[in-house]
């Protein structure tokens, strides 16, 4: 998978400040992509998983970058123990899950299905691993 990450200026910070902010935990896997991408653009990418597919836009990170956490209103996610980390170009949400049982389980957020969420994957890693990006 092709991504073009942002910077990642104070993400450690950031990312003390987001789980004070909301009392959540990220999950450690999710910690260390932010660490090495700061989230990014995915240029022409696509994922298929488990019968569900569309094109993925580019991953969240966190601080002043141009898809920022920070400028998502997080409140219904996280009543449902879940994270917005990517998103497709239709405004669908990947999430993460945070609560013990689905701590780092990757979900897809369907906004024209009445934001029905459905399992992907069991960590953000396996979700990479199914995403394709064209040679550009």
Same mark, same amino acid.
């Given at each position: 998978m092709l991504i073009s990450k942002f910077p990642n200026? #104070?993400?450690?910070q950031r990312i003390?400040?987001? @789980?004070?902010?909301?009392c959540i935990v990220l999950p450690v896997q999710? +910690? +260390?992509f932010l660490? /090495?991408?700061n989230g990014g653009y995915t240029p022409k990418t696509k994922f298929a998983v488990r019968g569900i597919s569309s094109d993925l836009r580019g991953f969240f990170g966190v601080g002043?970058?141009?898809?920022?956490?920070? /400028?998502? /209103?997080?409140?219904g996610c996280?009543?449902? #123990?879940?994270?917005?980390i990517a998103c497709d170009s239709f405004g669908n949400y990947i999430l993460i899950g945070l609560s013990n049982e689905d701590a780092g389980n990757i979900f897809f957020c369907d906004h @024209?299905?009445?934001n029905k969420v459905e399992y992907l994957t069991?960590?953000? /890693?396996?979700?990479i691993e199914c995403c394709r990006s064209e040679k550009i």
């Open positions: 200026c #104070n993400v450690q003390v400040d987001i @789980e004070k902010q909301y999710y +910690k +260390k660490h /090495k991408y002043d970058v141009a898809l920022s956490l920070d /400028k998502l /209103k997080l409140g996280l009543q449902d #123990n879940l994270l917005p @024209e299905k009445g069991e960590t953000l /890693k396996q979700f």
